[in-house]
């Protein structure tokens, strides 16, 4: 009879992508099946990755912005959802500034009879196996690694032969979307107002891609359809709207680079091999959240003021960090990928990885 076990990973889209690797890492493991638990906003990343057995949902109060109320029947949600995964082990991936105690007690009160996780808390018996931050493994490392380092705590080493990069299961044809022909994606849209380049410089830096030859399609969400057509313009393919995740994963997948922020996407982006041009913003840390292992042009000040704060709305007037990218510092960065000729920034920052 197959072991099964649960994996979690609460967050985001882009957070449920760089844990990947480790998802594979577990699935590989003779006799295991990988069930992966987390929230809705990353259940659909979770079905497109290799390796996953199934995907289980719970809104966990201390992720969701904004948050559920805790309540019994919460707790119940969660109880129901171990007892479908049929799972006595667990392991709980978190970022650096999250802790995996409030889940794993709440797995252990369900029946889960083995937790491993990362905590620079004391963890009593609700950890049985635990990482210590800082001691077992460098805090500054990308998330995908840190993944990868729990995973191996709880017995699941990365396998010979997987290299540890992002990746995606079969994805559709999107050809009917994207047209014919080499094209540039850009992405304007971010959960969080504090990693966006403003709409306007999008919009001129789709200008300067086509007069520069490239043809551009912009993408973004079913709440995005206002800012893609203010991007895409007269000389954009706009496709706003008109894709879910898997699609969206496609067309990024056909695209010889992307310009995005520090989102979602620009792991999606990382997932298929495509070169990003990442407009990232440093209210987290891009050693640890950069697109991963992919040709990368990271753009943005680093040392702005806002640097490490985590914040959702920028604390800085006027938004530096990425306000004063130019369209035209965007197209150069297009440009040096897509002819394989990385800059001097790139070199440093790949070096820090």
């Not at 079905?47 to 995907?55: A, C, F, I, M, S």
């Not at 709880?154 to 540890?164: K, Q």
């Not at 050809?175 to 969080?192: C, D, E, K, Q, R």
């Not at 800012?227 to 699609?247: E, F, I, P, S, Y």
Request: hydrophobic share 45%.
């Amino acid at each position: 009879m197959s072991r099964r076990v649960l994996v979690a990973r609460l967050d985001g889209a882009g957070d449920v992508l760089l844990a990947g690797p480790a998802v594979r890492a577990v699935a590989a493991a003779p006799g295991v099946e990988a069930v992966l638990l987390c929230g809705p906003q990353g259940a659909q990343a979770g079905r497109l990755l290799p390796g996953v057995t199934q995907v289980l949902e719970w809104s966990c109060p201390w992720i969701l912005n904004p948050a559920p109320a805790p309540s019994p029947a919460l707790l119940q949600d969660l109880r129901e959802v171990v007892a479908a995964s049929r799972a006595e082990e667990a392991v709980i991936l978190t970022s650096f500034h999250q802790s995996p105690l409030p889940l794993a007690l709440l797995l252990r009160e369900a029946g889960v009879r083995t937790v491993t996780g990362a905590s620079t808390d004391y963890a009593g018996a609700l950890l049985t196996h635990r990482l210590k931050p800082g001691e077992d493994f460098p805090e500054d490392q990308p998330e995908a690694e840190r993944a990868l380092r729990i995973a191996a705590a709880a017995g699941f080493p990365l396998p010979a032969g997987d290299d540890g990069r992002l990746r995606l299961g079969p994805l559709p044809d999107v050809s009917h979307l994207v047209g014919t022909g080499p094209y540039i994606v850009v992405h304007p849209g971010a959960a969080v107002p504090a990693r966006a380049w403003p709409a306007l410089h999008h919009a001129a830096a789709v200008e300067l891609l086509t007069a520069a030859g490239f043809r551009v399609v912009v993408t973004g969400g079913p709440g995005e359809k206002e800012l893609t057509a203010t991007v895409a313009a007269v000389a954009g393919l706009d496709l706003g709207g008109r894709t879910d995740l898997a699609a969206l994963a496609a067309v990024l997948a056909g695209a010889d680079a992307v310009v995005v922020g520090n989102t979602g996407p620009a792991h999606l982006a990382a997932a298929t091999g495509t070169p990003v041009v990442s407009l990232f913003a440093p209210v987290v840390p891009a050693i640890r959240w950069a697109p991963y292992r992919v040709p990368l042009e990271l753009l943005g000040n680093q040392h702005a003021a806002c640097s490490g704060t985590r914040a959702r709305i920028c604390p800085v007037p006027g938004h530096p960090c990425l306000s004063g990218v130019s369209p035209e510092q965007v197209v150069e960065a297009v440009q040096r990928l897509v002819t394989g000729v990385p800059s001097l920034q790139t070199h440093r920052e790949m070096r820090h990885r």
